[in-house]
């Protein structure tokens, strides 16, 4: 038995179409909707009469917030069945029952089973959370293409979220202290404490429209700012980070990244970091430079200081155009730093400049279109015409456009040796590709995982 709560407050239209996706996608359940106090209540209860006369429906006399409406439903539910709280701007995707009676039957110690969750445009909204104590904000949502595989983690997301029936039992239920958020991640931890594990399983999907109750515009949320229930929200935050310490969670983490790894799971951290991304950072990745540019979350010297990350916190090194900036001496410090924040089996991507394409083209005579700027100064200053030599165009392939400091080049791989340096670092599996996006023409394009 499982019993789908789906609380509403005010989005009648909504909560019909959350409930009609079950009917749709799975069988044999029991669903339950719970009216937090709206003022559209007969609607949605003659609605609910009419197109779904086997859910049961329970009208609050007030809103008192989602986790109060979610431990009305259940408590209502009966003992012996499995509970799965369910956002009503959520459509769900996926035949839902079986796959979760099939995991709270094979895996005895899972307590709570979160879903993946997409935006109506199909970008992912959630695939497991992260606690990641240097990044602002305790816990991380998805940020790629791709969503990460089924495995352990600290935190899912309560807009779909299963929970086990005995593990009801053992935790309770929700902290209705906490009015409109963390009510997830603040039982997921309590269900870690209490000898449960939490899940990831991304066979259960769901469409997520996330933004209904804040507002999906800029002036929607501007106004959202300025409620009393942005004020309960921010205390909601505080009063969880009273409750539950930096140190606690990472305890936390750290024993879920062990199970992952134990299991061969996919590493749990999906944070993704790119090391010297100068004016242009990547999308989707935490950006790092040396200096305080414009959409840089960390400024640090990669070749000399301890990156500000912890141990095997991180999926993806992306090396943009930086690696060949330090020294060759300094290149130890760079990979073995690199491997200490991966997880096993994450990736490192290095962008470089190719030793053995400068060395062809400049024997040959030939030169390719470089930055801009580069070659006009060389131009203006030493050729006094449009068109470089291949000598200058060598150059400032080998040595950069030098125009700040720290903008110039230090070494320069081909393929060959790039792979024995990073096999001798702690990766393997380095692969050269010759179809991805290139900064310039002749570039080594490669990637290796972390052992």
Known sequence: ???????????????LRAVGSLYAHTKQFKCIVVDDG????????????????????????????????????????????????????????SDAVPIIEKLFCEQQKIGVVGGLLRYPDGRIQHDGMDFQPRVPGAFIHASGKEPRQSRFCVSVTGALFAIRAEAVNKIGLLDESFFCACEDSDYCLRAWGSDFSVWFEQSLTATHIEGATRGRTPQEKRKFLGSERYAREADTVARF????????????????????????????????????????????????????????????DFG?????????????????????HVSYRRLPHVLTEAA??????????????????????????????????????????????????????????????????????????DFETLSEVLERFGFDSVTRHHDKPVFSPGEIYCEAVRQ
């Open 304 to 324: 000399f200081d301890r990156w500000p990350f912890p141990d095997a916190s991180c999926s993806v090194v992306l090396m943009n155009h930086s690696i060949e």
């Open 340 to 413: 200490r924040v991966l997880v096993r089996g994450g990736k490192i991507i290095i962008r470089t400049p190719d030793l053995r394409f400068i060395v062809e083209k400049y024997l040959m005579g030939e030169t390719t279109p470089e930055w801009p700027g580069d070659e006009k100064y060389i131009a203006d200053t030493f050729v006094g015409s449009q068109k470089i030599s291949p000598a200058w165009w060598a150059n400032i392939k080998l040595f950069a456009g030098q125009d700040y400091t720290g903008n110039e080049h230090r070494f320069c791989f």
């Open 1 to 15: 038995m499982v019993t789908f709560i789906i609380p509403n407050y005010n989005k009648p239209d909504m909560t």
């Open 241 to 300: 980070r009273q409750k539950h310490s930096d140190k606690e969670m990472k305890q936390i983490a750290d024993a879920v990244r062990s199970a992952n790894i134990a299991n061969d799971f996919e590493p749990l951290s999906g944070m993704k970091i790119e090391i010297g991304c100068g004016y242009n950072p990547q999308p989707g990745f935490i950006a790092c430079d040396a200096r305080k540019l414009k959409g840089v979350a960390h400024v640090f």
């Open 38 to 93: 709206s003022p559209t209540q007969k609607e949605l209860s003659a609605a609910i009469a009419k197109q779904f006369p086997d859910v049961q429906y329970i009208s609050l006399p007030e809103n008192r917030g989602f986790a109060v409406a979610c431990n009305t439903g259940l408590r209502a539910k009966r003992a012996d069945s499995h509970a799965v709280l369910f956002n009503n701007d959520c459509e769900l995707t």
